[in-house]
């Protein structure tokens, strides 16, 4: 029964993000632009207006990568989703190694963003694939330091045993610089703002430069979809995930979400990108050395303290 139960929570907790999302990404731009009132209809409109669109076609397209890309995309935001707790004993996919589950899903939308790239089979659409792929890989390993290190005070890599090891204290007090750093590979992997590498301006839209129509409304829902897994992760490893007082545990870990979702989209228009060279040698200079040492202070914190 409690299975079934947490396949209705994620059913919820991703149409009401996706919802969400949807409107945030319209409205935060409009108010940052001083629009005081942006229309909660615009989403709609654009969805119907990319459901009549004629298609774009180039020379030679690959028709099926063009679809199983976003596909693929979605999948990956839903599988990721399952691994997270609602509530104690609620979660769609039991996994003592949750943490793991969620990094193959966040490895894997790297080859779903390259085969959108590729499927067009133009210049653009495959330049963004490839600046996405060079960038995303050292982002994944940071990923995977800024999770470990918040697992070690559970000595769990589940997550619902993270969730449990924050009754005390939540892991963004322990680590804030890890909440920061895994916000930026949320970034990355919904394909925003300052990590907005396959779709960027400068590449007249790179990977979605010569799609259009359905194909590119599909790859704009996952995109959604993503983002909103990887709030619901993030509140999950470094705010405590359902727990709260007096609310039921999914209620809080869909308002931890929403507020995540919002950091991510107001960062999304508010931090400017980089060269993708500048990018990487941040990444790998900077970044992947300071979450080493955020990984190595934690275990020395828990080897010394307990």
Same mark, same amino acid.
């Given at each position: 029964?409690?299975? *079934?139960?947490?396949?209705?929570?994620?059913?919820?907790?991703?149409? *009401?993000?996706?919802?969400?999302?949807?409107?945030?990404?319209?409205?935060?731009?409009?108010? !940052?632009?001083?629009?005081?009132?942006?229309?909660?209809?615009?989403?709609?409109?654009?969805?119907?207006?990319?459901?009549?669109?004629?298609? *774009?076609?180039?020379?030679?397209?690959?028709?099926?990568?063009?679809?199983?890309?976003?596909?693929?995309?979605?999948?990956?935001?839903?599988?990721?989703?399952?691994?997270?707790? +609602?509530?104690?004993?609620?979660?769609? *996919?039991?996994?003592?190694?949750?943490?793991?589950?969620?990094?193959?899903?966040?490895?894997?939308?790297?080859?779903?963003?390259?085969?959108?790239?590729?499927?067009?089979?133009?210049?653009?659409?495959?330049?963004?694939?490839?600046?996405?792929?060079?960038?995303?890989?050292?982002?994944?390993?940071?990923?995977?330091?800024?999770?470990?290190?918040?697992?070690?005070?559970?000595?769990?890599?589940?997550?619902?045993?993270?969730?449990?090891?924050?009754?005390?204290?939540?892991?963004?007090?322990?680590?804030?610089?890890?909440?920061?750093?895994?916000?930026?590979?949320?970034?990355?992997?919904? !394909?925003?703002?300052? +990590?907005?590498?396959?779709?960027?301006?400068?590449?007249?839209?790179?990977?979605?430069?010569?799609?259009?129509?359905?194909?590119?409304?599909?790859?704009?829902?996952?995109?959604?979809?993503?983002?909103?897994?990887?709030?619901?992760?993030?509140?999950?490893?470094?705010?405590?995930?359902?727990?709260?007082?007096?609310?039921?545990?999914?209620?809080?870990?869909?308002?931890?979400?929403?507020?995540?979702?919002?950091?991510?989209?107001?960062?999304?228009?508010?931090?400017?990108?980089?060269?993708?060279?500048?990018?990487?040698?941040?990444?790998?200079?900077?970044?992947?050395?300071?979450?080493?040492?955020?990984?190595?202070?934690?275990? !020395?914190?828990?080897?010394?303290?307990?």
């Amino acid at each position: 029964m409690s299975g *079934i139960v947490a396949v209705i929570l994620l059913g919820i907790l991703m149409s *009401i993000g996706l919802a969400g999302a949807a409107l945030a990404e319209r409205m935060i731009p409009a108010f !940052l632009a001083g629009q005081t009132r942006p229309s909660w209809r615009l989403p709609l409109a654009e969805a119907a207006r990319l459901l009549k669109t004629q298609r *774009i076609r180039t020379e030679a397209p690959d028709a099926l990568l063009l679809w199983l890309a976003p596909a693929l995309y979605l999948a990956l935001a839903i599988v990721g989703l399952a691994v997270v707790p +609602f509530g104690p004993g609620l979660v769609v *996919i039991p996994s003592e190694v949750g943490i793991v589950v969620w990094g193959s899903c966040e490895a894997l939308t790297i080859v779903a963003v390259f085969m959108f790239g590729w499927s067009a089979n133009a210049p653009l659409p495959l330049i963004g694939a490839y600046r996405y792929v060079a960038v995303a890989l050292p982002a994944m390993l940071l990923s995977m330091f800024v999770l470990i290190g918040a697992a070690l005070p559970a000595q769990s890599l589940g997550f619902t045993e993270i969730v449990e090891a924050q009754r005390t204290v939540w892991n963004v007090l322990r680590q804030p610089a890890g909440l920061i750093l895994f916000l930026m590979l949320g970034l990355a992997i919904s !394909l925003r703002g300052p +990590f907005d590498y396959a779709d960027p301006a400068d590449l007249a839209g790179g990977t979605t430069a010569d799609v259009s129509g359905p194909a590119l409304l599909a790859w704009r829902i996952a995109r959604l979809a993503m983002l909103v897994s990887v709030s619901a992760v993030t509140a999950t490893a470094f705010l405590g995930g359902y727990l709260g007082p007096l609310l039921p545990g999914f209620v809080w870990l869909l308002l931890k979400t929403a507020v995540v979702l919002l950091i991510l989209v107001a960062a999304g228009n508010l931090l400017a990108r980089m060269p993708p060279a500048r990018m990487m040698g941040l990444i790998w200079t900077a970044l992947l050395p300071l979450s080493f040492l955020m990984l190595l202070s934690v275990g !020395l914190e828990l080897l010394l303290w307990g």
